[in-house]
């Protein structure tokens, strides 16, 4: 089976108990994650996972974020799992590769525990493990921290605090370093759109292939982040031509030497602009 992967930038977070969004949440973002955890109140997730079989979307954009291993809701949400189409899982809090082998489907990652963030290179080569997201809130919340971003009596207002940089790295690093893609965290301050655009376009540069929204107006700031320029599409398709006449080793386009690097970022941009209909 082939590895999913996700179709566009923008993937927009649904609760699972409210299945009439389920259909509006995929037709407006790239794929929805529909959600068991943070989502629905614990005595509301059994009538959520009624609703999850008996309201079915499109598997090919759908992943289904489900309760943390080890506790009663996971393996209830494993049994309705099996009575749909549904093959990607989004783990919350995973902390270790042996639980993301123990889901058995496609595994998304979750990390947004410390011992999660310590294990994000281990998680991520697990067989089954097919991408990593991480979470600043409860990253933080899990430390004893009351905010993951400085706060408006600090300097660098709205910036994320050094350690959760510190994880979004290491969770991207973790991802290169086992082919797999990473999504990047929600941005939680909706009327927030310069600061979430200019979000998604580091994200971008730092090879995420994905962010996560919280409400449907953060969609189209995340897609027209990720979507590349005019100029960069341009520069890119010229890269691309040039190499085709120059196999291996360095050649010039412009006023730029060409090697390896500059040739893969071409690719990228291509592929940007082929998932985001540049």
Not at 144 to 156: K, L
Not at 188 to 213: F, K, Q, S, W
Not at 255 to 263: K, V, Y
Request: net charge negative; proline share 5%.
């Amino acid at each position: 089976m082939t590895n999913w992967s996700p179709p566009g930038p923008a993937i927009l977070f649904c609760p699972a108990d409210r299945p009439e969004r389920y259909a509006k949440a995929a037709e407006r973002a790239d794929a929805v994650i529909i959600d068991f955890e943070d989502a629905v109140r614990a005595e509301a997730r059994d009538e959520a996972r009624e609703a999850l079989i008996s309201t079915p979307i499109d598997p090919n954009i759908t992943i289904v974020r489900i309760n943390s291993a080890g506790t009663g809701d996971h393996f209830r949400d494993i049994k309705a799992l099996a009575q749909t189409d549904y093959r990607v899982v989004m783990l919350a809090k995973a902390e270790s590769a042996e639980e993301v082998a123990g889901v058995g489907y496609q595994v998304i990652a979750l990390i947004e525990t410390p011992t999660g963030a310590m294990h994000a290179d281990e998680i991520a080569a697990a067989p089954n493990c097919i991408g990593l997201m991480w979470g600043a809130e409860d990253l933080v919340a899990s430390m004893g921290g009351r905010s993951s971003r400085f706060t408006a009596a600090e300097d660098n207002t709205g910036r994320y605090r050094d350690v959760v940089r510190q994880v979004r790295a290491m969770v991207r690093l973790a991802c290169a370093t086992h082919g797999r893609f990473a999504i990047d965290s929600v941005h939680i301050e909706i009327a927030d759109t310069d600061g979430l655009h200019a979000e998604a376009l580091d994200a971008v540069n730092l090879g995420y292939e994905a962010t996560a929204c919280i409400h449907p107006s953060q969609v189209e700031i995340v897609r027209s982040a990720y979507r590349p320029t005019e100029g960069e599409v341009s520069w890119a398709r010229e890269v691309l031509e040039a190499a085709e006449n120059n196999p291996g080793g360095v050649f010039r386009v412009g006023n730029q030497m060409i090697d390896s690097p500059l040739l893969g970022q071409a690719e990228a941009i291509m592929r940007r602009a082929g998932s985001i209909g540049t």
